[in-house]
T-cell receptor, first 113, second 115 residues
Framework: EPEVTQTPSHQVTQMGQEVILRCVPI?????FYWYRQILGQKVEFLVS????????KSEIFDDQFSVERPDGSNFTLKIRSTKLEDSAMYFC???????????FGPGTRLTVT | GENVEQHPSTLSVQEGDSAVIKCTYS??????FPWYKQELGKGPQLIID?????GEKKDQRIAVTLNKTAKHFSLHITETQPEDSAVYFC??????????????FGQGTILTVHP
């Protein structure tokens, strides 16, 4: 069964450093998403990506965040200058279309020290 | 924007009992309502979903009901088993039109099934 994969599973970085989180969505999916879950809290939407551009973003997704689909398979989230409050689980998801099932990856735990 | 409220935050049942988790949403334009199960250290796993043109959907021991007028939907798990123990999240989304499918999640329910 196709699944969304994410690397790394855990990333530790120092405040102010740049990190890139990687995702491989399900191959025939067209819509891609990043969500964040701070420990013990609900899952929060960050950004959606369709047709090689950002289609929607939340107020969390400020100028320090960017997304890219550098090739036909990878989908990345970059945080330019990490802050302590960026520590969270980051989930990638993909979908065939809007209003369709979204499948989540296993997540990357980002720890900013 | 959309707001989803979920209750209860924790639910403890005996094996074999039923469990019910309820969610309300605020935006009447939402038309897609998935439920996710999240086990420790893993990503959310889609277990069942319902669209606004349907009032109820069932898949083996799990079912979801939707009341569009009241803007609430519920997850029902029958004959619970210890392996059902997890965190369950409801979510709401608008599909189609100008929406790109953003999911708004509830706060989650920690379900514990005691053997």
């Amino acid at each position: 069964e196709p699944e969304v994969t994410q690397t790394p599973s855990h990333q530790v970085t120092q405040m102010g450093q740049e990190v890139i989180l990687r995702c491989v969505p399900i191959s025939n999916h067209l819509y891609f998403y990043w969500y964040r879950q701070i420990l013990g809290q609900k899952v929060e939407f960050l950004v959606s990506f369709y047709n090689n551009e950002i289609s929607e973003k939340s107020e969390i997704f400020d100028d320090q965040f960017s997304v890219e689909r550098p090739d036909g398979s990878n989908f990345t989230l970059k945080i330019r200058s990490t802050k302590l409050e960026d520590s969270a689980m980051y989930f990638c998801a993909s979908s065939e279309g809007t209003g369709r099932e979204q499948y989540f990856g296993p997540g990357t735990r980002l720890t900013v020290t | 924007g959309e707001n989803v409220e979920q209750h209860p935050s924790t639910l403890s049942v005996q094996e074999g009992d039923s469990a019910v988790i309820k969610c309300t949403y605020s935006d009447s334009a939402s038309n897609y309502f998935p439920w996710y199960k999240q086990e420790l250290g893993k990503g959310p796993q889609l277990i069942i979903d319902i669209r606004s043109n349907v009032g109820e959907k069932k898949d083996q021991r799990i079912a979801v009901t939707l009341n569009k007028t009241a803007k609430h939907f519920s997850l029902h798990i029958t004959e619970t088993q210890p392996e059902d123990s997890a965190v369950y999240f409801c979510a709401a989304s608008m599909g189609g039109g100008t929406s790109y499918g953003k999911l708004t999640f509830g706060q989650g329910t920690i379900l514990t099934v005691h053997p």
